[in-house]
């Protein structure tokens, strides 16, 4: 009955090749972001989608494409890995887009050789 | 532009001592703030928010807008408090959640 779920946990890839984390929330909240946590452990939002639509889409290469194909589900593609994409990528929902309380998934880490 | 400073990566203290980790903001509207806080092998979870004024684990922390600050304040540490602790603003013109980079904390016993 996990709140938030992120699959896979870890993914190692070779540069550029094309990935896919899946994320899903049990929650019936209406909002679901993507946030990037680097080597030092800076958490930077990436993308936001409420009820399915994009409402928030940071300085993001054209490379990462979110897909929301119903308000439980926010995945995240990426094209053309690179060395920098490295990260532990967060998936997180909320109630609703105007709130701080965000319930986050366990994270899914991504290693690009 | 909106952002948070904690000026601590990393707090070591003994159990039963005093903690305060730090977190000021820069946002020229009225800010909510809050603090997440991420257990070893847990995910990262809301500790409190400013707007709730509580006590939550014996943390507390005060918005001080004249000094743009909401540090996080516990009387007497406890070893199950290790973990890392991130101070986070919303934007009200973005509605989005600005992470600070973060403090470890680890409590000695």
């Known amino acids: 009955d996990t709140a938030v779920s992120q699959t896979p946990k870890y993914l190692v890839t070779q540069m550029g090749n094309d990935k896919s984390i899946k994320c899903e929330q049990n929650l019936g909240h209406d909002t679901m972001y993507w946030y990037k946590q680097d080597s030092k452990k800076f958490l930077k939002i990436m993308f936001s989608y409420n009820n399915k639509e994009l409402i928030i889409n940071e300085t993001v290469p054209n490379r990462f494409s979110p897909k929301s194909p119903d308000k439980a589900h926010l995945n995240l593609h990426i094209n053309s890995l690179e060395l920098g994409d490295s990260a532990v990528y967060f998936c997180?929902?909320?109630?609703?887009?105007?709130?701080?309380?965000?319930?986050f998934g366990e994270g899914s880490r991504l290693t690009v050789l | 532009a909106q952002r948070v400073t904690q000026p601590e990566k990393l707090l070591s203290v003994f159990k039963g001592a005093p903690v305060e980790l730090k977190c000021n903001y820069s946002?020229?509207?009225?800010?909510?703030l809050f603090w997440y806080v991420q257990y070893s092998r847990q995910r990262l979870q809301l500790l409190l928010r400013?707007?709730s004024r509580e006590s939550i684990k014996g943390f507390t922390a005060d918005l001080n807008k004249g000094e743009t600050s909401f540090h996080l304040k516990k009387p007497f540490a406890q070893e199950e408090d290790s973990a890392m602790y991130y101070c986070?603003?919303?934007?009200?013109?973005?509605?989005?959640?600005?992470f600070g980079t973060g403090t470890r904390l680890q409590v000695f016993p």
């Open positions: 986070a603003l919303r934007t009200y013109n973005t509605d989005k959640l600005i």
């Open positions: 400013h707007i």
């Open positions: 997180a929902s909320s109630l609703f887009s105007n709130t701080g309380e965000l319930f």
């Open positions: 946002y020229s509207g009225s800010p909510e």
